[in-house]
C-alpha cells in the first residue's frame, strides 16, 4: 500500500490527485493540506480517513474541527500545520499541489524527512530551485515533475540521458488570446481570460496562461528540474496541446510525450513511477485529429514570457521579484484592480525597482517577496 500525502487538496491538482487515488485502491491518503475550503475538505477526510489535516486559517480550522468532531482526525494550521503535514511519518510521498511560494518550507521540510516529492508547487523551484535541487541531490530524494510539460519532459528522458539533452522543447497552446496583439488585448476582461481553450485549470494559473507567464515560470523551472541552461529551452507554441513537450538530443534525435490534455496521466505517472497503469479516459485519435501544428511564441505581445528569460538569465532572487509580481497583479486584474496588459508592465517594473540579491537564503526569498508586494501597493 503506497501512502501519500497532499498539500492542496482542494485545488485542481489536488482534487485530480484524489480521482486518481479514487480510482487506484493501492493508495492511501494519510494527510491533506488545503486552504479555506473546509466545505470540500470535510468531504475528502471523510472519503479518504487522513490521519492529519491542516487549514490554513485557524478560525477555520476550528470550525473544521466541530464539523468531524465525530471522527480521530487531527487538525492542525498555519506554516507548522502545513510542515506537519508535508512530514507525516507515515507518508512516503507528498504531493506538493499548494498555490504560492507558501510552498518552500513544507517542501524543504519534506525532503529533509526523506519524503519523494511530485512536485506541483512550480513557484518553490522558480523562487528557490538553488536550494532545493541541491538538498534533493544530498538527500537522494527524487522530485518527480507533476505539471504537465516536466512530466512530458520527464518521461522523455526515460529515452536518454539527462547529460545528452541537447535542447528542451517546452509546448505551449498560445492560451485564449494566441494571435492577438497588445492592442486587440486593451479591453480583456477577468472573465475572458479564465477561458482557456484547451485545459481546466484553477484561477491564478489560467490567467498566467493567458499572459504566458506560466510558461516563463516553466522556463524557470525546467532549468533547475533538468540541470540545463537558459539558452537549452526552447518553447514552442503547439495550439492543439497534444505534444506536451520534447527533448532533442546530442544526436539530433527528439523525443515527444503526446497525449490528451488531462493533468491525471501526470498525476499518476507520478505517483507510480516507474509504472505505468491504466488509466481511463479519451484516446487520442490522429485521424480525428488531423494535423499538429507549430508556431514561434509572440514575446513582443506576451512580454512575460520575455521577462521571465530575463529574470533566470540574471538569476539571484529576480525570478522570486518576477513571481511575487506577478501573483500581485494577477490578484489585481481578477478583482478589476488592474486591467490584463498591466501584468506584465507591474513584472517588468518591479524588475527594475526591487532590491537584487545573488545567491538568497528562504528567508531572504521571503523578504524579497514582501518586499515586492509593498513596492507594487505603494505605487499602484
Known sequence: ????????????????????????????????????????????IREFLPKLVCVWEEKKAEELRSKIKDLSVQIVSGIEGLIEVATEPQAEL????????????????????????????????????????????????????????????????????????????????????RGRTKKEMDKIRPEDALKHPNWAMGKKITIDSATMVNKGLEVIEAR???????????????????????????????????????????????????????????????????????????????????????????????PTILNAANELAVRRFLDGSIRFLEIPEIIEASMQAVSYQDYPSVEQILETEQETYEWIESRW
Open 224 to 318: 533547475w528540474l533538468f540541470g540545463v541552461k537558459a539558452e537549452q529551452i526552447e518553447v514552442v507554441v503547439q495550439p492543439q496541446s497534444v505534444i506536451h513537450s520534447m527533448v532533442e538530443f546530442l544526436d539530433g534525435g527528439i523525443i515527444a510525450q503526446l497525449g490528451t490534455p488531462d493533468m491525471k496521466l501526470p498525476i499518476q505517472y507520478a505517483l507510480y513511477y516507474p509504472e505505468r497503469r491504466y488509466l481511463a479516459g479519451k484516446r487520442l485519435n490522429f485521424a480525428e485529429l488531423g494535423q499538429i501544428t507549430f508556431e514561434a511564441p509572440d514575446f513582443i505581445n506576451f512580454r512575460g514570457l520575455a521577462l521571465a528569460y530575463q529574470a533566470l538569465k540574471i538569476g539571484g532572487n529576480m
Open 1 to 44: 500500500m503506497k501512502k501519500i500525502a497532499i498539500l492542496g487538496s482542494t485545488g485542481s491538482i489536488g482534487t485530480q490527485t484524489l480521482e486518481v487515488v479514487r480510482a487506484n485502491q493501492e493508495i492511501q491518503v494519510t494527510a491533506l493540506a488545503a486552504g479555506s475550503n473546509i466545505v470540500r475538505l470535510e468531504e475528502q
Open 94 to 177: 507528498v504531493v506538493t499541489a499548494i498555490v504560492g511560494m507558501i510552498g518552500i518550507r513544507p517542501t524543504i521540510a519534506a525532503i529533509e524527512a526523506g519524503k519523494k516529492i511530485a512536485l506541483a508547487n512550480k513557484e518553490t523551484l522558480v523562487t528557490a530551485g538553488h536550494l532545493i535541487m541541491p538538498l534533493a541531490e544530498k538527500k537522494q530524494i527524487r522530485i518527480l515533475p507533476v505539471d504537465s510539460e516536466h512530466s512530458a519532459i520527464f518521461q522523455a528522458l526515460q529515452g536518454g540521458k539527462q547529460k545528452e539533452i541537447s535542447r528542451i522543447l517546452l509546448t505551449a497552446s498560445g492560451g485564449p488570446f
